[in-house]
């Protein structure tokens, strides 16, 4: 079977007798191709050198000017492709037939074909000719693109001193978090369109992603009934002819026709579509062929915009940053490290990621940028897992005793996994080091019982006890239920304990009593918001805090909260209620020691759940006017909206009035979205918890962890749009109480993923199942990425990534084995980095 690059190449050849050899057959000459023919060689497996020698010939021949010469260069070039190379050895089988060319026209002989032979031996190339390049490696890259002040801007330089980003480009480039040239490295395209096939326009095929390079035969616009402007244009090669049209406005075809002129050269790449049953493009994108391509005859980056920032300026931008300013990022990896993952260099990396060679080299940039990602979150968490190890705690004497005395004043039994993480932290705070301990549990898992014990066995020996909740209404509950779990450990042997509950509503005359009390040891736990860490709190003796849904919590904040505890740090159990596969738990809390309560206390009922179609959501209502009927409550939560909270909260506004008016007009409906005040959020919960109203109308903002026994009803809206996490903690607000609860799934849409989602809700309870189905429908980064605020941002860390999470994990452990102050000369600026994770973080006021 012939080969593809060879025999597309023929073709050309042929054409360019049967022209004349006056070298038409494509546009802008033979010499011209040469860049595409290798690498259409290469991708056709091809020897990299012959094919190398076979286009210095073929730019030889556009230098000539003796139609006799081009003859015999073209009867040389047709020689060589008799015996194709493929790698170092001849192709296997029979020689090509040899090549027929048709008839040329009138005056122009057809060169005669030569009998197979082996290729001739290598000679001296001839200069190359000052043409546009647009094959698919990596030439150096040619500094007429790059002034020379802008040769000496540093990657800390802001966008505007790029040529082509003027002050309002620079805007909209803000608006995707791009501020400096470094920023730009790292802007990584979505997606890539391959236009590495440059070919002919008889060559041509439906559907396929194609490059051609013609010239503009006609070009006119056209009114359509419906007021509708078509730009249209003929394009012509040596070859044929093709339609092309845009759907744009009259401004938009007044710009089209000041470019397309009658005549031009252009090189034009899309999609090929069809149209009254010839070939056709529709919106193409064109580039003038007298300029430097960007996008012609390669695979092509796709990065996402902003309003007002085009396509092929972004993409001239990064081409001249990914070539130039690549090569002034210092490598930061250890060779070590590097060697031993087989990764790319970093330089290359980011080169490839923006302009790949081809789609093999895009995968090792991508693999080496997301490996970084990982690399630095895990060498950070570790460092910080280090540091903490290293800081003084008040250790804490607990005593089985102790321990058996509050278990048995409960009046229920403690799980195994609640007994397990209770040891867990009793074997912690009798050590002299600080503990910090990540407790996770689904919903009812029974985390604050475990947490009142840790607090009940430090201020057992005279220590102080806090736990700081995100919202108000949250502290009010947790003061609640501790109050109660207190009162039990005091009848069964605990000494009395004043427990304070501090928010930002607590009245002034109060707050002053609390202070007082907190500074002198005679309230003994406090409960409350960020209140807590104000700078008029003051301890005695602080030795035990927990902080709920520490997501919800800057660094800077639970920092405060430590350092209450004067020379020495408390013992921190961190709280979670979202359940995080262990891979990645032990990625983003790699800092933290780690317990999982895995079992529900006995006699929790499980929450009926149910996936409706649109058409079935009436029946949907009815089910919740049945239970509000009976006394119920119910929750309805709108679909996620991806523009921004001020639409989403638009939304929100208008179901509510719609749902209110048409669907239950009879009752009284609240509403809680995310553009509203933190103390309005507060207020409506709290009417809702008390039974003013019976249904709740919510964004994704539905507070986790309020408990509303009465509410009976999880309605969501949309469900395919949520990631299966989130419907598991939606679901979660329900099923509190002694009444029988339930969950309704209404999909807007379908796709396989959604259906995949949506069945796994249905069919299972257990919220670590569930996250490790997420992980594995989404992947690591997008996981990550749609977490609470405070996670790693991972750009690259794709759904097939978690052996590389793995890899990540294992090399950032061995070299911190290895060299764990990071005082290695090649470990310097993987140290800075360390540093800046963290600093980046305690600014932006995230989490970790």
Known sequence: MPNPAVEKITKILRLEAQTGYNDKAVTRGLGSFAGAWIADAAKNNLDPSWAEDLA???????????????????????????????????????????????????????????????????????????????????????NSAITADQAKLGLDAPVTQISGIGDQNALRFKKLGVFTIGDLLYFFPTRYDDYSALKTINQL????????????????????????????????????????????????ADSLQKQLVVGREIVLSGKVSEFMGKLSFDRPTFELA?????????????????????????RRVMKRVAEYWSTRVSEFLPDAVRRSANLMALNEALREIHWPRDLRAKEAARRRLAFDELFVLQMAVLKQRQLWRGEPGQSVPAQDLTLENMAAALPYKLTGAQRRAVEQIAKDIRQPIAMRRLLQGDVGAGKTVVAAIGMAMAVAHGAQAALMAPTEILAEQHFKGLSKLFAAFVANGLTLVKIRLLTGSTKAAEKRQIYEELADGRAQVVIGTHAIIQEGVQFKNLNFVVVDEQHRFGVEQRKALRQKGGETNPHTLFMTATPIPRTLALTMYGDLDNTVLDEMPPGRQPIDTHWFTPIERERAYGFVRNQVKEGRQAFIICPLVEETEKVEAKAAIEEHERLQREVFPQYRLGLLHGRMKPKDKDEVMTAFARGDMQILVSTSVVEVGIDVPNATVMMIEGANRFGLSQLHQFRGRVGRGQHKSFCLLIADSSSAVSEDRLQAIVSTQDGFKLAEKDLEIRGPGEFFGTRQSGEPELKLVGIGDRDLLELARSQAEQLLAADPALAAPDCKQLAEKVTTFWQTREKSGDAS
């Not at 200069?127 to 094959?135: I, L």
């Not at 070009?219 to 009934?225: D, F, I, V, Y």
């Not at 007298?290 to 972004?314: M, S």
């Open 290 to 314: 007298e300029h430097e391509w960007v996008t012609a005859g390669r695979i092509v980056p796709v990065y996402p915009l902003t309003e007002g920032l085009q396509p092929l300026l972004v």
């Open 205 to 252: 095929e439906y559907n396929e992603q194609v490059t051609v390079i013609g010239r503009v035969a006609s070009a006119w616009k056209q009114r359509t009934k419906t007021a509708q402007t078509i730009f249209n244009m003929l394009l012509e090669d040596a070859s044929g002819a093709i339609h092309c049209k845009w759907f744009t406005n009259d401004y938009g």
């Open 56 to 142: 210095d010939d073929m730019r030889a021949y556009s230098d000539m000017k003796d139609i006799e010469a081009r003859k015999g260069a073209m009867q040389a070039i047709l020689t060589q492709l008799q015996t194709p190379v493929l790698g170092s050895a001849l192709v296997a089988g029979a020689p090509a037939a040899p090549v027929s060319i048709a008839p040329a026209k009138a005056g122009v002989d057809a060169p005669s074909m030569p009998s197979p032979q082996r290729p001739a031996e290598p000679k001296p190339r001839p200069p190359a000719r000052d043409v546009p390049q647009r094959d698919n490696a990596y030439a150096p890259y040619r």
